[in-house]
């Protein structure tokens, strides 16, 4: 049973806008966004977007986009992954943010989330940037990623653990503008279905099926 979403899904008006429970316009940038503990790297596969990063780098570079990363971590993965990032050469478009409490708005600015993990449960950071507005671009299996997202429709799923794989998907997110804002759509309205809400309904039919 999913854990029941907390965020407010932003709204989309008929121009296309898209506006935050605060009433506020959400104006995107050219961010790709993703959030985990740094000390579980190799689990959310920070080393597979790094590597990921510097293959698709004059891509994010003449197109204007960066990456940031939000999670705490210990000095020893910081500078792990600092050096990784100096070997793929992104050390300029990769920033680490450290630990947020901002989430919302980050995932607000951001138009594009990647989930890059080696493996999942239910990712809540995957339903939270869908609901804010951002195009996923999530690992295909070891997990539940695909009870969340249909491949093309809520997101672009990439093969787990392929470098190359992840480049692809990311780099057509980038450059497809009218594909991305399509993806952005329907992963809103996609969030929906974990609000709370609709979890209480669904722990309603199956306490009903027991009882």
Known sequence: MPNPLTFTPVRVMENGIMMNDQNNRIDKQRIIFAAGRLNDWNCK???????????????????????????????????????????????????????????????????????????????????????QGCAPVACENLGRTKEIITNEKEGLLFKTADVDDLAKQLSIMITDSEKRKEIQFAAIKRSEAFLTDCIIKKWEILLGLIT
Do not use: H
Not at 69 to 82: N, S, V
């Open 45 to 131: 596969g920070w080393d597979l977007l790094i590597k990921a990063a510097g293959k698709i780098k004059p891509l994010l570079i003449n197109e204007g986009w960066k990456i940031m990363i939000a999670g705490d971590g210990t000095e020893a993965e910081k500078t792990f992954l600092a050096a990784l990032c100096k070997q793929s050469g992104v050390e300029d478009i990769i920033e680490f943010l450290g630990y947020r409490t901002d989430m919302k708005e980050l995932y607000q600015r951001a138009s594009i989330f990647c989930l890059s993990s080696r493996s999942e449960g239910l990712p809540m950071v995957l339903m939270e940037a869908m609901s």
